[in-house]
């Protein structure tokens, strides 16, 4: 196995860089978009099916977003299907406060 980072061959890596690997042994259909290498000594990384966002962009959605909404998350190469499950606050654009807790649903432009 070769890591490249960068186009320049390195013996290791940290966690959070992106870098190419030549692997042996290994056919193409094996490897999908978005696969994360974890150490083999230390636990697995963890897998979430729940999580809160901050700030979201939301492009070309309804007038009025609420609690059961879907939509495709983009998180670097993944692309995955989403429902929302709750709105946490809302945040005024200007000051970056809080304005309401737990709103019932957001408008275009509002976070």
């Known amino acids: 196995t070769n890591i490249y980072y960068e186009d320049i061959e390195t013996d290791s890596c940290v966690?959070?860089?992106?870098?190419?690997?030549?692997?042996?042994?290994?056919?193409?259909e094996e490897i999908s978009t978005g696969f994360?290498?974890?150490?083999?000594?230390?636990?697995?990384?963890?897998?979430?099916?729940?999580?809160?966002?901050?700030?979201?962009a939301i492009i070309e959605h309804k007038s009025i977003i609420c609690p059961g909404y879907s939509a495709v998350l983009?998180?670097?190469?993944?692309?995955?299907?989403?429902?929302?499950?709750?709105?946490i606050t809302l945040i005024?654009?200007?000051?970056?406060?809080?304005?309401?807790?737990?709103?019932r649903f957001i408008r275009q432009d509002q976070i």
């Not at 966690?15 to 193409?28: A, H, I, P, S, Y």
């Not at 983009?74 to 709105?87: D, S, T």
């Not at 005024?92 to 709103?103: C, I, K, N, Q, V």
Request: aromatic share 4%.
């Open 36 to 56: 994360i290498l974890c150490d083999t000594e230390q636990e697995p990384c963890g897998v979430g099916r729940v999580f809160d966002a901050q700030q979201i």
């Open 15 to 28: 966690c959070g860089e992106n870098v190419r690997l030549k692997l042996k042994n290994v056919e193409e």
């Open 92 to 103: 005024d654009r200007r000051t970056g406060e809080r304005t309401r807790e737990h709103p």
């Open 74 to 87: 983009h998180i670097y190469a993944a692309a995955v299907e989403v429902q929302l499950k709750k709105l």
